[in-house]
């Protein structure tokens, strides 16, 4: 087990801004903390790398207690807080240098660790420039690379794309899933796109409670919607043929031999209607149930709450 929380909670003042909150990460993963602004996603992620306590509950990362060995977690986290902070009078390499020595990397291999990391996050374009002069997409790079320069087993990045834009946000998505698939990774956003573009897992969190916990996939079917079944058939059918079928709520004829059925989400019809189309012999080209999005269900679990 990479992180395991138990019971958590952060009080400030008498706000709570995290309430009895339990989750566990395995190594491997990729897990997106989804929440609006304000539910507690930096204050958890502050927690888990001993930047600050909680108020009561425990948390183990990599099998090591954040109170009792919080050195030891803190060189197996790798973190990328919100507001990167670097040094912008600094060269990439030089302030890459002043972190692995911070990591106690040794003299031997500290040349050869920043030539890996520099490559890994794409920052040999730019590596003669002061980090000032670095484009908001590089600098996240930066503060990618300074995460990552002690090989951590997992890693915390907290709003890793804000203010970033469309082809940069691109660049750090495909970059996290590249770094997914040696590390554990806890990603902290808002974003509903960015949770699908790259975590296998979301634990959707709203006013310091978990909403839900689950795959990405399991999620989309969480919502009360009705869901949406698109079929194309070979030649135009008789829209009496839909009437027939129990569970249609709508249907719309988009183009000819296309067709959109809006379905109450107690039936799938799917067997069924290839079942008719046999019998009437209908030819079905194509048949296909679209899933709600994760935004959906990421509005109907917070406005809930």
Excluded: W
């Excluded at 993963?29 to 930047?51: D, H, Q, R």
């Excluded at 108020?55 to 790798?78: F, H, M």
């Excluded at 600098?139 to 990045?157: C, E, F, T, Y």
Aim: charged letters at 25%; glycine letters at 6%.
């Amino acid at each position: 087990m990479s992180v395991k929380v138990k019971n958590v909670s952060k009080y400030y003042g008498q706000q709570a801004a995290l309430n009895n909150v339990s989750f566990e990460v395995n190594a491997g993963e990729v897990v997106g903390l989804l929440g609006p602004n304000g539910a507690g996603k930096s204050t958890m992620m502050k927690i888990i790398t001993c930047f600050i306590p909680p108020s009561k509950g425990d948390v183990e990362v990599c099998g090591y207690d954040i109170y009792e060995q919080s050195l030891n977690v803190r060189q197996k986290v790798g973190y990328l807080p919100e507001n990167n902070p670097l040094y912008y009078d600094m060269y990439i390499k030089e302030y890459l240098y002043f972190i692995a020595q911070i990591h106690n990397i040794g003299k031997k291999n500290i040349n050869n660790k920043i030539k890996e990391i520099i490559d890994i996050t794409g920052l040999n374009s730019e590596i003669n420039k002061k980090i000032g002069f670095l484009s908001k997409g590089y600098k996240q790079r930066v503060g990618l690379a300074q995460s990552m320069i002690h090989n951590p087993d997992v890693l915390i990045l907290d709003e890793p794309t804000v203010g970033l834009d469309p082809n940069q946000i691109t660049d750090i998505r495909s970059l996290i899933r590249k770094i997914g698939k040696e590390k554990t990774v806890i990603l902290s956003t808002h974003i509903m796109q960015e949770v699908e573009a790259v975590c296998d897992r979301a634990i959707i969190i709203d006013k310091g409670h978990i909403v839900a916990d689950d795959t990405t996939e399991n999620l989309s079917q969480l919502t009360d919607a009705n869901f949406i079944i698109k079929i194309e058939f070979e030649n135009e059918v008789d829209i009496s043929f839909f009437k027939m079928i129990k569970g249609i709520l709508k249907i719309n004829n988009e183009k000819n031999k296309i067709y959109t059925l809006v379905c109450d989400k107690k039936h799938d019809i799917r067997a069924e209607i290839f079942k008719m189309s046999v019998q009437k012999g209908y030819t079905i080209l194509s048949l296909q149930k679209e899933e709600q999005s994760l935004e959906k269900v990421f509005q109907n679990l917070t406005s809930k709450n």
